[in-house]
């Protein structure tokens, strides 16, 4: 009597369960200590660990597993650990490594969606791999801008401080010329400065206080690294008929309806 092979278990499948049994935890912690506003970012992780899941059944497209990793990795990293751990407070690689990564991912998701568009019989054009390659980058850049929009937003109309500040030590401004001049006015070798408020409340910095700017332009740097390095194997990928190891195990496929095998991609 023949025995039917056991199917093995994705791999992606089984990091998505660990991590979420994680977030439980997390959950039920945050619950327990009555921080409602970490218990809903656990909810909220929870829910976007569904997300790649939904995605390919919406669109019906197949996600590389090295993709879905680097998604729940990203997500349990980002709202996890970044938020209620306070990564992002304790290392301060831990905002830069995550934009990173994310200028990386939404590079392959640029490259995919106008390849597939490109691959669709019903598109009148085709683009050489050079300008697809072009496109995702910019696909990528677009998004790292966006969020950073995201960023400002939340924190002018809901006080939060998604745009952390960063200490330094000197800086130029016009607005320091009493003349009302273009000449900037240099203000170097800071060594501590006091805020005062007008309830009498006063803070010491040991340095001055930059309000965002510096890693809101950090982030979009690191954001086009990410997408600059996704690029060359990207650029090869297409090239070359999806002949790229490295590529292929971060860009989506399009499935074919009758066999659900994933459509090689072809070059623009």
């Given at each position: ?82 938020e209620i751990e306070c990564y992002y407070m304790k290392y301060s ?78 800086f130029r401004s016009v607005a320091l010329n009493g003349k009302n ?75 074919e309806e009758s066999s659900g095998i994933p459509k090689p991609h072809?070059?623009?």
């Open positions: 009597m023949n025995r039917r092979p056991k199917k093995s278990i994705p791999t992606a499948l089984i990091i998505r369960s660990v991590l979420q049994l994680a977030v439980i935890t997390v959950a039920i912690r945050t619950a327990s200590q009555k921080l409602w506003e970490s218990f809903f970012v656990c909810i909220l992780a929870f829910i976007l660990f569904l997300a790649p899941s939904f995605i390919e059944k919406k669109f019906r497209i197949t996600l590389p597993t090295g993709l879905e990793i680097t998604i729940f990795l990203f997500i349990f990293a980002a709202e996890i650990l970044g690689f831990w905002d830069t490594m995550l934009h990173t990564v994310n200028g990386f991912v939404f590079s392959a998701f640029g490259f995919s969606l106008v390849d597939l568009l490109c691959q669709n019989k019903r598109m009148k054009f085709r683009l050489s791999p050079a300008f697809l390659t072009f496109t995702a980058f910019c696909f990528s850049m677009t998004i790292g801008t966006l969020w950073e929009f995201f960023e400002f937003g939340m924190d002018h109309l809901f006080a939060l401080d998604m745009q952390k500040d960063t200490i330094i030590y000197q001049g273009n000449l900037p006015i240099a203000v170097t070798n800071i060594t501590q400065s006091i805020l005062y408020t007008a309830d009498g409340s006063s803070f010491v910095i040991d340095g001055y206080l930059d309000i965002g700017l510096t890693d809101t332009i950090k982030d979009l740097f690191v954001n086009f690294i990410g997408a600059a390095v996704f690029s060359v194997p990207g650029w090869f990928y297409v090239k070359r008929r999806g002949n790229n190891a490295i590529a292929a195990a971060f860009i989506p496929t399009i499935r072809s070059t623009p």
